[in-house]
């Protein structure tokens, strides 16, 4: 009886020794591939201190990996990245004065973060150079994030790209299929060859990510489509009625959006009606998205999910939901030790200052999943941030809801118009 409950014991501690694989062993080379998220954009800008707080640097050092190479961006960053100037009796944010310059241009090979900001399916597929702007700088004419990933032999991808192919239309204020608004026909085929590349010429594991809800963003729910009390932060009411701002198609209704650039023409008193003391003129098309280019961008962004989730089930390749991430934390919120934090505008912690990307919160939160996915997936034991390391990232709270700012940077780098009148530098 002795002898049988020995082995017992034995098989036991056997089984929990070799229960889980050995990532370290596996997994000695992890490349990112995807957009600006991906490269760890930030507050408008690309910078060092940012791209160090990514969640493809965070899992490398969850890996254990010490050679996880990116294109790092000196202090203010490319373009430089937002600050807040004042909170009072407004909210004023600008860009940092200056411009960054690369720190290791001269990599004699490619980044292992490959992810290029402005990238959408086409590009991580096909794009080498774009005329000195982000491809230019990240991929430095060695072939497309796709080609650099392959030649680097990983043991891990991942794949986070798609959402460059539904934001242009936010950013640009204008449903436009093909200009805007990927076709699905041609997302579906870039996607696909790009899964078959990977598997056809590595044997690394894939893991990708769908597309969020991006009318949900900041960016486009945190100015209200009606004037508000600055100092109250309540509706003003006029014969029992909401004051709607006016767009280019006359009254603003609910459904509608302004998405943050519109604060600059509000502060010039464009867009609210002379009846409330403004211009009477509205406000640009750029700037307002209506019900139905919303209900275009959501149908279309359903589109993609559908076949994402789709193409993972065929392929055996695990998807993580972020879409599903962004809508809890819209509506419940993350609580992380005691704290919600939410995806509202400078006070939810979630989202950096651009109002876009997520802040170094936001992507140790993405870490964390991605993590989860990957063990759960193969089998490992790879450890988790403690997000409590990430609670002081969060930036300063603010009541206030009158913004004035400059987002001209930003539009340009997503819109694929950035950095090409940029001298890229190399500071080695």
Known sequence: ???IFSIFLILIFSTFLFSAKDYKAEIKKYVALGDSISAGYQDGGLVIDYQ?????????????????QQPLISQPGIPPILVIKSLYPSIVIVPKPGMGVPLNLTLPRPYDNLAVPGANTYNLLSTVTDGGGMHDLILRGLGTQLQQCISLKP????????????????????????????PFSSFQSY?????????????AKIVIANIPDVTSIPYVT??????VDPLTRKPIIVGGNLVYLIGPKGQLSPGDYITLPASNYLAQGIGIPKSAGGTGIPLPDEVVLDKDEVSAIKARTQQFNDFLKSISTTNNIPIL?????????TKEGIVIGGVKFTTAFLTGGIFSLDGVHPSSLGHAILTNEFIKLIN??????????????????????????????????????ILGESAKDLRIKDTK
């Open 52 to 68: 160090n707080e990514s969640f493809p640097k965070l899992i490398s050092l969850q890996l254990g990996i010490s050679d996880f």
């Open 155 to 182: 043991d891990l991808i991942t794949l986070w790209i798609g959402n460059n192919d539904v934001l242009k239309a936010v950013l640009a204020g204008r449903v436009i299929d093909g200009v805007t608004l990927t």
């Open 376 to 413: 759960q997936t193969y089998d490992y034991e790879i450890p988790l941030l403690n997000l409590y390391d990430f609670l002081h990232k969060e930036r300063k709270k603010t009541q206030s809801e009158s913004f004035t700012l400059d987002f001209s940077e930003l539009q340009k780098v």
């Open 222 to 227: 945190a100015l209200p489509i009606y004037l």
């Open 191 to 203: 996607y696909t060859q790009i899964i078959t590349a990977l598997k056809g010429n590595t044997s």
């Open 321 to 329: 939901d972020v879409n599903s991430l962004l809508q809890k934390a």
């Open 1 to 3: 009886m002795k002898r």
